[in-house]
T-cell receptor, first 114, second 116 residues
Framework: AQSVTQLDSQVPVFEEAPVELRCNYS??????LFWYVQYPNQGLQLLLK??????LVKGINGFEAEFNKSQTSFHLRKPSVHISDTAEYFC????????????FGRGTQLTVWP | KAGVTQTPRYLIKTRGQQVTLSCSPI?????VSWYQQTPGQGLQFLFE???????NKGNFPGRFSGRQFSNSRSEMNVSTLELGDSALYLC???????????????FGEGSRLTVL
């Protein structure tokens, strides 16, 4: 079975500080990797995705993530956060052969303080 | 291009009742999937439809069912509601299976169900 582990359930940071949200997955097959963000009372919005190619992917709002196959990780980073980045972030994995199904981590609540 | 539309956004039911939630995918998307989100269990996969056929099902009891229509719109139904069914139900659509898969799912804003 697929599993996705987000190592931190809560990450508090000050505004303009860098942040890294960690994600590890277990899979013996090729996967697609995603980071989604959820603001209160809203659905999930895609931040970025890795399907193939360059292991460093850039997304919206200044976020980027690096795919590390040997460590089965896909950590999300941002060099300088804003208060508006306060939200819950979900790492997700999709097996190439699975029709559309995503396996999600439990989420990381990022709180940015002024 | 309109996004994924879910109705209703909020609803309150009592135990034992049944509920139907609706989802309209992005125009041109034929794959629709449903997820349940709760604080305790996180995001859990319910089922997925492609061209009116259920292709994948999560580990939920038979009280949870769904269907997809020829225009790709989807509904899910929960019968004999229990308190534990209180959750945010998210619908997502994608281009998987259409030869132009972009990989990601596009989510609606969800239907928040409260069971009293």
């Amino acid at each position: 079975a697929q599993s996705v582990t987000q190592l931190d359930s809560q990450v508090p940071v000050f505004e303009e500080a860098p942040v890294e949200l960690r994600c590890n997955y277990s899979s013996s097959v090729s996967v697609y990797l995603f980071w989604y963000v959820q603001y209160p009372n809203q659905g999930l919005q895609l931040l970025l995705k890795y399907l193939s190619g360059s292991t460093l992917v850039k997304g919206i709002n200044g976020f980027e993530a690096e795919f590390n196959k040997s460590q089965t990780s896909f950590h999300l980073r941002k060099p300088s956060v804003h208060i508006s980045d306060t939200a819950e972030y979900f790492c997700a994995v999709r097996r190439g052969s699975t029709l559309g199904r995503l396996y999600f981590g439990r989420g990381t609540q990022l709180t940015v303080w002024p | 291009k309109a996004g994924v539309t879910q109705t209703p956004r909020y609803l309150i039911k009592t135990r034992g009742q049944q509920v139907t939630l609706s989802c309209s995918p992005i125009s041109g998307h034929r794959s629709v999937s449903w997820y349940q989100q709760t604080p305790g269990q996180g995001l859990q996969f319910l089922f997925e439809y492609f061209s009116e056929t259920q292709r994948n099902k999560g580990n939920f009891p038979g009280r949870f069912s769904g269907r997809q229509f020829s225009n790709s719109r989807s509904e899910m139904n929960v019968s004999t509601l229990e308190l534990g069914d209180s959750a945010l139900y998210l619908c997502a659509s994608s281009t998987y299976g259409q030869g132009r898969d972009t990989g990601e799912l596009f989510f609606g804003e969800g239907s928040r169900l409260t069971v009293l």
